[in-house]
């Protein structure tokens, strides 16, 4: 293996890592507010498809962004009315939320396929949003674990009816942990496509949602852990594709599954360790305190 | 959660029907009014598409009859879903068994084409069961020994399943007379389910109806279905009481795998009579929200099964008359499924 195929390799798990990871983050929000969302597909293919669209139309990658962002907070915000509000299963409407993902992104992108967009600008070879990961991790972990706010969204996540004892509104807290969550997942399914392959495709996330699903159980709901997960997840994309272009003589097919079977592996010597972090009321509904 | 999913998945059962009926229809409406609304925002003719499906669908014999070929593999992959809920297991993964099961079947249609059909098909059809039943497996084991919960397991399997399938039907079983469009070879008749008339209705009808009162049967009357609703109620207690509940674990996923494989293998066998790419626009999934919706009564999910039937032929005629992908069909189950959540959600604690 030769050096610059090495550092070929790096840099792409930078670049695939970063769209895994703004997602990892929001899940990992949503979850430490005790709110499973196995929707996170479906908001990334809407990033991913409002954020090329916007791109198309305005010219500018920034806009596709934040269109990108207030997409996945809109559609996340419906998850949450369903599961805070009327207290529905999370896992039905994550699935639910995934099919409107399909379909929602499916309608918008198909008037933007084979548009050509000039993607996010690069400095010094990667764009904003790669030089915003890791600080946003960063912020992210200051906010769960050095703030009220944090440390609120975390009670939730372990006891809703304390967080009521104390006087504070366990559902609010649950909405903008929520909120957080579609912003990054939004953002996250737009880099794909505003940043990485300039294009769209119906489906083009591929299961980066549930492979970001799995990342937050890899990270043990810890930002911090979640920057490690994504970066080796994005290598093993990358180190797919860096094959694929030095010419090694193996199916494509075959390396695809890579990044599945191994979140499968991982999720198993964690399995094996058996110490659990997931916060205690994840997936709880809570009906509130009569 | 898991346990409240399963209770969801067969709470519903029976009483109060009308009444439902009627929610239901209320539900049904205001879903397709904001489809429509959507399509019409898109600058499409959402309602020359309803009329079209009805008329399509109900107009004449072919139509109605491919709403039975669109019910068929939903039956089985909603009672792979279904049996394992009683345990209180979330199989996710029946779009997954689904292409597994279709992939071995496949293996054995090419490995022995000079069998006798009735040898043939029913290898086959073993194939298409074992196929699934192998990819639930693995994560029932996982489930079993409690190092991986099954929802995310079944979940990311779904993404390597048409991998493998792709893998080859580029590869090793690349038919050589269409170079442009990689499938399978064609089948030989003797691997082909007999078809009803000139209708595409086939006879893995018949083996979905017949896994839908296997999986009633089963459940209401015999010991296993007696346990396995045990450990659904109250998983620790069924320990104590000495039902093995990790064996139970494990063959419920395994057969549930095996009977969605089992559409796989009818959907080869039958309507494509070759293995190729995109088999499936999602029957597993939609398996899962049928035997969610459905409350895992089997009586309910024939109804189900047959209205998601309806609303993917709304998603044809959207693609063929009006050039809107498939996809967008998805939509419009979604809208309806969050009205359902929203208005049944507060009613259970």
Same mark, same amino acid.
């Given at each position: ?290 | ?18 009444? &439902?009926?009627? &929610? ?23 309602? &020359? ?93 996982? $489930? ?47 691997? &082909? ?155 259970? $604690?």
């Amino acid at each position: 293996m030769s050096a610059s195929f090495a550092a070929a390799a790096l840099v792409g798990a930078i670049l695939s890592g970063t769209s895994l990871l703004y997602a990892t983050l929001g899940e990992l929000v949503g979850e430490r507010a005790g709110i499973v969302n196995l929707g996170l597909e479906g908001i990334m293919l809407i990033g991913a498809a409002v954020g090329f669209a916007a791109t198309s139309l305005t010219g500018d990658p920034y806009l596709g962004i934040a269109a990108a962002a207030l997409a996945g907070v809109v559609g996340n915000m419906l998850f949450g009315y369903v599961v805070i509000t009327r207290h529905a299963n999370q896992l039905a409407a994550g699935l639910t939320l995934l099919f409107l993902g399909f379909g929602a992104s499916a309608l918008v992108g198909r008037p933007f396929i084979g548009a050509i967009i000039t993607g996010l600008p690069r400095y010094g070879g990667f764009d904003a949003l790669v030089w915003l990961a890791v600080p946003t991790a960063l912020l992210l972990y200051w906010l769960l674990f050095r703030t009220r706010w944090g440390l609120a969204v975390r009670a939730v996540g372990e006891d809703p009816a304390a967080v009521f004892a104390t006087g504070r509104r366990p559902e609010l807290l649950q909405y903008q942990a929520l909120a957080v969550a579609g912003l990054l997942g939004g953002i996250g399914g737009a880099h794909l496509s505003v940043a990485l392959t300039l294009s769209w495709d119906e489906g083009m996330t591929a299961g980066r949602g549930f492979i970001a699903i799995a990342l937050v159980i890899f990270a043990k709901w810890n930002p911090l852990w979640a920057v490690v997960g994504a970066l080796t997840f994005g290598g093993a994309e990358s180190l797919q594709l860096a094959l694929q272009a030095s010419g090694a003589d193996v199916s494509p097919f075959l390396m695809n599954m890579i990044p599945y079977l191994l979140t499968l592996v991982v999720l198993v010597f964690w399995g094996l360790k058996r110490r659990s972090a997931a916060p205690a009321a994840l997936g709880r509904t809570f009906f509130g305190v009569e | 959660m898991q346990r409240d999913l399963a209770m969801n998945l067969h709470g519903l059962a029976t009483p109060a029907a009308r009444q &439902r009926a009627w &929610r239901a229809l209320a539900v049904g409406l205001a879903g397709l009014g904001l489809f429509a609304l959507l399509l019409i925002l898109d600058g499409k003719d959402p309602l &020359r598409a309803y009329r079209d499906t009805l008329i399509y669908v109900f107009g004449n014999t072919y139509g109605f009859s491919e709403l039975l070929v669109r019910m068929t593999p939903l039956l089985l992959t909603s009672v792979a879903v279904a049996l394992p809920s009683r345990l209180g297991l979330i199989n996710v993964g029946g779009e997954g068994q689904f292409y597994m099961g279709a992939w071995l079947a496949t293996a054995g249609a090419l490995a022995v084409p000079e069998l006798p059909v009735w040898l043939l098909l029913p290898l086959m059809t073993e194939l298409g069961f074992v196929g699934g039943a192998l990819w639930a497996l693995l994560p029932g084991l996982l $489930r079993a020994a409690k190092l991986v919960n099954e929802t995310i397991s079944t979940l990311l399997l779904n993404y390597v399943a048409p991998l493998i399938v792709s893998f080859f039907i580029f590869g090793p079983w690349r038919s050589a007379e269409s170079s442009s469009y990689p499938q399978s070879p064609a089948f030989t008749d003797a691997a &082909r389910l007999p078809s009803l008339g000139s209708t595409r209705i086939h006879l893995g009808l018949l083996y979905g109806l017949v896994c839908l009162a296997l999986y009633g049967w089963l459940m209401s009357r015999t010991r296993w279905g007696l346990e396995m609703r045990a450990i659904g109620g109250n998983a620790e207690a069924s320990v104590r009481l000495g039902i093995p509940v990790a064996g139970y674990v494990i063959a419920a996923m395994a057969v549930a795998g095996g009977v969605a494989g089992l559409a796989g293998m009818g959907e080869v066998s039958a309507i494509q009579g070759r293995l190729v790419a995109n088999l499936s626009p999602g029957y597993g999934y939609m398996g899962f929200l049928v035997a969610w919706l459905a409350g895992g009564s089997t009586v309910g999910i024939v109804v189900m099964a047959f209205l998601f039937a309806v609303v993917s032929s709304v998603g044809d005629i959207l693609q063929i008359t009006q050039g809107v992908p498939y996809a967008v069909v998805n939509l419009l189950m979604a809208i309806v499924l969050f009205i359902v959540l929203a208005e049944r959600g507060g009613a259970r $604690r």
